[in-house]
């Protein structure tokens, strides 16, 4: 067991199918995305509930990736939730302090303490128009409180600690979070030659300093490499 900012949990069958569970004392909250619970003892109820306020904010929340509605599990008395995302992968725990924030990409929030702001930003015209990927991220805050925060990520994760300057590139499929201290461009992976037929295409270039997660297997071509031994029909 372990004890977090707010909540106690564990992180079990790590690292290909982890999931989560988390002892809800009574009185406590948990958002999580939806789709994402695996069971939940009676002593708690779900509610389900818009992300953000507005339909506008709402319908970045889906932009973004993620879902426009939250379940928010409420413990009457003490119990245990179970959380898991769609795919195989780790899980990753963040203690946040009041103060920190980080920028989540597509698919990588599972759950967090209900003190902790979301908002979603656009993250600018040429990031998404050459990396393909989505046009706004989640950023997770604790504005006024502490608070635990849930990522998931397909395959295994890797963790950087990049300096003030420091650069990383890396593979904008592989991206899942960063803190909100790094700032990131897309940048050609090397000559047009290499760009045109590497089948890396561009890549993010990511600057310190702060954290960066990165996940070992690309979701988009996981997704491809299945589609090859799926049966098609014939034309």
């Known amino acids: ?14 690292p290909t199918f982890s999931y989560l569970k988390i002892l809800l004392k ?9 789709g994402a619970m695996m069971f939940f003892e009676p002593t708690i109820q779900i509610e389900t509930k818009k992300a953000e306020k507005g339909i506008l904010k709402s ?9 426009m509605l ?9 119990g245990w939730i179970s959380l898991a995302p769609p795919f195989p992968g780790d899980l990753m ?30 993250t600018g015209f040429k990031k998404t128009f050459f990396s393909g990927e989505r046009a706004f991220a989640l950023t997770i805050s604790a504005v006024e409180s502490p608070g635990d925060l ?12 990049l300096k003030p300057g420091q650069i990383l590139n890396c593979d904008n499929g592989h991206l899942v979070s960063m803190e909100s201290t790094v700032t990131f461009d897309i940048k050609r992976v090397g000559g047009w030659k290499s760009t045109m ?6 890549m993010c270039q990511l600057t310190g300093p702060g954290k960066v997660i990165i996940q070992s297997r690309n ?13 098609h029909p014939s034309h």
């Open 150 to 161: 849930f990522l998931g990520g397909n395959g295994a994760f890797i963790e950087w600690n």
């Open 219 to 231: 979701p988009r071509e996981y997704a491809m490499w299945l589609y090859k031994f799926m049966p």
């Open 70 to 78: 939250l379940n928010y599990f409420t413990a009457l008395d003490d």
């Open 59 to 67: 319908l970045k929340r889906k932009l973004a990736g993620e879902t």
């Open 93 to 122: 725990h963040i203690p946040m302090e009041i103060g920190s924030s980080w920028v989540v990409f597509s698919g990588g929030y599972l759950a967090s303490s209900v003190g902790l702001t979301q908002t979603t930003g656009f």
């Open 1 to 14: 067991m372990i004890t977090g900012k707010e909540f106690e949990f564990e992180i079990i069958d790590r």
């Open 197 to 202: 037929l590497s089948g890396e295409g561009v």
């Open 26 to 34: 009574k009185g406590q909250v948990c958002k999580t995305e939806r």
